[in-house]
């Protein structure tokens, strides 16, 4: 064991050392700053974000490419709060939660305290998350390393069913039915076992299936501009950010919310798919439920701000662990994360460790930069940022309309990938009218070939018998996990109908 730590901390302050160079430094800097500005704009998410600017990291050094993308991805998230709390307009969905507190608190004219909690919140929860993914990683790896083509089958399943039972509030075979729809995506083109085209309808260009990239811009980006278009928003800054950094004495009583807002969100990021608003709305509800000041919740309280933005950050860490090591996204950002790293020919999984020994530990030091510098940028432009808010998305939203084409077009450099991108923006559209949740759409695209390989590899090495799986105790456990989320995805279904029809029914008897 005392060798094995010894291996993993030479590992560690090798990349430490390798990844501090003036130009890594550099690109982590400019990316957070980035990051920060897009998710601090409403309506451009931190998976917009990366969707927008993976194309510029296709000719970077591949080392380069993941501090950039990182880089974003944790300013991003952190930025949503600058909106969150000054219009009461979250820049990302993640900074839902902190609208609650924040927005009473920029009324009240403490609007800078309150960024200023939400930005070292958010430092707490990057070094919680990042301690996490360093120490559980390599054990997760290990019993990764046990998995059979039927686990791997029964593991996409999983993802698919909790991420559509989480990511819907009251009917989760919406989340489902997406779910599904995005494994029916992955199996488009060409078969990987036989070659054999499937649902391409005699046209060529589908015979390479669907491209991940452009269906994620045309999911996330085409939508959300469509989505922004037709709403009338003329909001306006409403406070004016004051001072910002909180007194030693409010940091210090902020810390015990942090740490358990902090590992919530670790948590919650493992799941695939839950994502950061998820892991920031169930520790805004801890929170309120455990801490002593739980009746101030809501009504303009700094732990409030501290619990959302602190579990939102922490996410980032939980979802990097499924994603090295079952390649399993933990957030529809890590799906966007998990797709440039594939780009440049990384396969994340239990194999990872041998084909690139280094690189878990090249992730946390990056994000650990990425980090500091989230905390530096955050407090230094709190101030200045507020004027960027006074943009209107009318105005923003038709000039980022390009930068997704050239991002779509860009990864194959093929027309078809733009035609595809607003198929699947179209399809986002009037899939988010009619109340579906993207997220499940997504995993189920990533997920889908994994889903159609094993489970064929699995038949075939069983000759076409499920016996073989109940002699897996790995699988038994998935399965089982399964029909629960089934089971209670069901009830929640039937209960929310039932309550549906109710009211209806008592609409129309008010309304005779």
């Known amino acids: 064991m005392l060798d094995s730590f010894l291996h993993q901390a030479g590992m560690f302050f090798h990349a430490f050392s390798a990844q501090l160079y003036l130009t890594n430094i550099l690109v982590l800097a400019g990316a957070t700053f980035m990051g ?26 591949f080392d380069l490419a993941i501090s950039f993308l990182l880089g974003v991805y944790v300013g991003a998230i952190m930025g949503g709060c600058y909106s969150a709390i000054m219009v009461n307009i979250p820049g990302t969905p993640a900074a839902a939660a902190t609208a609650i507190d924040g927005f009473i608190l920029a009324k009240r004219g403490e609007g800078g305290l309150a960024i200023g909690a939400g930005v070292i919140s958010s430092f707490i929860g990057m070094l919680i998350s990042i301690a996490c993914l360093i120490f559980l990683t390599p054990f997760v790896y290990k019993i990764a390393l046990k998995f059979g083509q039927w686990e791997y089958f029964l593991l996409a399943v999983f993802g698919v069913m909790i991420c559509g039972n989480l990511s819907t509030g009251k009917d989760p075979i919406k989340g489902w039915v997406v779910g599904f729809l995005g494994f029916f995506t992955a199996m488009i083109g060409l078969d990987k076992v036989y070659a054999y085209p499937r649902f391409t309808f005699g046209l060529l260009q589908l015979k390479g299936g669907i491209s991940l990239i452009p269906a994620l811009i045309g999911v996330f980006g085409i939508s959300e501009i469509l ?23 409010t940091i210090c009583s902020l810390i015990p919310t942090a740490i358990r807002s902090g590992i919530i969100g670790v948590g919650i990021g493992a799941v695939p798919g839950a994502g950061e608003d998820v892991g920031a709305w169930v520790a805004y509800d801890v929170g309120k439920r455990s801490s002593k000041q739980g009746e101030k919740y809501g009504t303009g ?24 090591t079952l390649a399993v996204p933990g957030s529809p950002p890590a799906a966007m994360f998990l797709a440039a790293i594939w780009l440049h020919g990384v ?166």
């Open 347 to 512: 396969q994340p999984g239990p194999m990872l460790p041998i084909e690139h020994p280094g690189f878990l530990y090249e992730v946390a030091i990056s994000l650990l930069i990425a980090t500091c510098f989230m905390l530096i940028w955050g407090l230094i432009i709190a101030k200045p940022i507020a004027s960027l808010l006074k943009l209107r998305r009318e105005i923003l939203m038709p000039l980022i309309l390009p930068l997704t084409v050239i991002g779509a077009y860009a990864g194959g450099v093929r027309i078809f990938d733009i035609k595809v991108t607003f198929f699947f923006g179209i399809l986002g559209y009037v899939l988010r009218k009619l109340d579906y949740p993207m997220a499940p759409l997504v995993l189920g695209i990533i997920l889908g070939p994994l889903a159609d390989i094993s489970f064929r590899q699995a038949l075939m090495q069983s000759r076409g018998s499920l016996i073989p799986l109940l002699g897996r105790p790995v699988g038994i456990v998935l399965l089982a996990a399964i029909v629960l989320i089934a089971y209670s995805g069901f009830r929640r279904t039937i209960e929310y109908t039932r309550k549906h029809a109710q009211i209806n029914a008592e609409t129309i008897q008010e309304g005779k």
């Open 301 to 324: 309280c700094l732990e409030g701000v501290a619990a959302a933005e602190t579990a939102n950050n922490a996410v980032i860490g939980g979802a990097m662990i499924p994603l090295l």
């Open 227 to 249: 989505i922004v278009l037709e709403q009338e928003v003329p909001y306006k800054i409403l406070g004016k950010v004051t001072k910002v950094i909180p007194s030693w004495k």
């Open 36 to 61: 920060i500005i897009v998710g601090a704009i409403p309506g451009l998410t931190a998976t917009m974000a990366l969707a927008l600017l993976i194309n510029l990291s296709y000719g970077m050094q």
